[in-house]
């Protein structure tokens, strides 16, 4: 992790590149959140998918937020922001319940974790042109794609700190071929679990039938489960939630975060959804960086210090 400041509320950002690819060092963080954020910024690393799976990433948020309990930081001024895969991260904030600190707001930037058991993560797609491929996926590149999936399954490193932009040290272009495999084999549930076979199971499934059929410990992986769990105290214990999301996304589907914001209202809980009207995965509209998504970048950063105590 990387610490910007000493005092004031503390936003910890979560990198983009789909939990497979990505960097605290990358340039994917809009610099209007942290050129606008006035307290200490922690901008943290975690494992990436193939070779780790999502277990060991949550094992990667408990020993960060371990690690801050050691920094002189207040504890219970702390906010979070995920960004595209990330974001799941941020969702997963149900899992910190220590009273040595507190969370008082997390962000979902055009974030995945809304829902995972969609149609869209079961549908072989071209990463390139998003559409999908042919019912039976793309025969001549699937055994490519399966040696890939195979040779960083075996990895010893976990390629936890490599940037996803191209052109910056250290971008390993291979990794890029992993979120390819995976969209095209369509077996993303099988990566984010380290279940080889899970994901032909649950496409094989109604969608009404695809939760039950998660199995322990995996459903910690899934903040929808728990979203939709019906627990009494979720109003309770989960802190505000501010979703911000193009409706024309066509790498991670508008609709997690309207099903987010429905369950989570539905619910008690509070919750809010900033919708990019024409925006894509990175907000913007016909090719352009979107007026819009400037100012829904700026009202996160006033919507998260108006939940901040008083020291």
Request: glycine residues 10%.
């Amino acid at each position: 992790m990387t610490m910007h400041g000493s005092e004031g509320p503390v936003l910890i950002t979560f990198h983009g590149g789909g939990i497979v690819n990505g960097s605290r060092r990358d340039e994917y963080m809009p610099k209007p959140i942290t050129s606008l954020w006035p307290g200490i910024l922690v901008e943290a690393d975690y494992r990436l998918l193939v070779p780790s799976s999502g277990l060991d990433i949550l094992a990667d948020m408990k020993a960060l937020f371990s690690y801050l309990l050691t920094l002189p930081i207040p504890h219970h001024q702390l906010f979070l922001a995920g960004f595209s895969g990330a974001a799941v991260l941020a969702a997963e904030e149900k899992e910190r319940t220590d009273p040595r600190f507190t969370v008082q707001g997390w962000v979902s930037f055009f974030g995945m974790g809304g829902d995972f058991l969609l149609d869209h993560w079961f549908t072989p797609r071209d990463t390139v042109t998003r559409q999908p491929l042919w019912p039976d996926g793309e025969p001549s590149k699937a055994k490519a794609w399966s040696n890939i999936l195979e040779e960083w399954s075996g990895a010893d490193t976990e390629y936890s700190d490599l940037p996803y932009t191209e052109g910056l040290d250290g971008h390993i272009p291979s990794r890029g071929r992993v979120w390819e495999s995976l969209h095209g084999l369509a077996c993303f549930n099988d990566a984010l679990t380290g279940d080889r076979g899970l994901s032909e199971r649950l496409a094989a499934l109604p969608y009404t039938e695809r939760p039950a059929t998660i199995p322990e410990p995996y459903r910690a992986i899934y903040p929808q489960l728990y979203f939709e769990s019906g627990s009494d105290t979720l109003a309770l214990t989960l802190s505000p939630c501010l979703l911000i999301h193009g409706d024309r996304d066509d790498v991670v589907p508008y609709e997690e975060s309207l099903r987010t914001s429905s369950v989570l209202k539905a619910s008690g809980a509070s919750v809010e959804l900033i919708t990019i009207r024409g925006g894509d995965h990175n907000l913007s509209v016909d090719g352009a960086e979107s007026p819009d998504a400037l100012k829904a970048y700026q009202y996160a950063v006033t919507w998260m210090l108006g939940l901040a105590p008083a020291i």
